[in-house]
């Protein structure tokens, strides 16, 4: 987050991440850091951007999901 660099830094121009963060770090602080609530919610933040035409590079293996 905090240089916003890595897979999705193509999105960031389009979709802004910030709410997409906050409700990550809700859900998986709730959750007791479950692994795939993450992966759910970065497949959410890479599902919108494609929708809006932006190339994401591979997020899953960095993230582990």
């Given at each position: 987050?905090?240089?916003?660099?890595?897979?999705?830094?193509?999105?960031?121009?389009?979709?802004?991440?910030?709410?997409?963060?906050?409700?990550?770090?809700?859900?998986?602080?709730?959750?007791?850091?479950?692994?795939?609530?993450?992966?759910?919610?970065?497949?959410?933040?890479?599902t919108?951007?494609?929708?809006?035409?932006?190339?994401?590079?591979?997020?899953?293996?960095?993230?582990?999901?």
């Open positions: 987050k905090k240089t916003f660099q890595g897979p999705f830094k193509a999105c960031h121009e389009v979709i802004n991440p910030q709410e997409f963060y906050r409700s990550c770090l809700y859900d998986v602080c709730m959750s007791d850091g479950t692994k795939s609530i993450l992966c759910q919610v970065l497949e959410t933040y890479a919108t951007c494609r929708k809006h035409g932006v190339l994401v590079q591979d997020w899953r293996t960095p993230a582990g999901c």
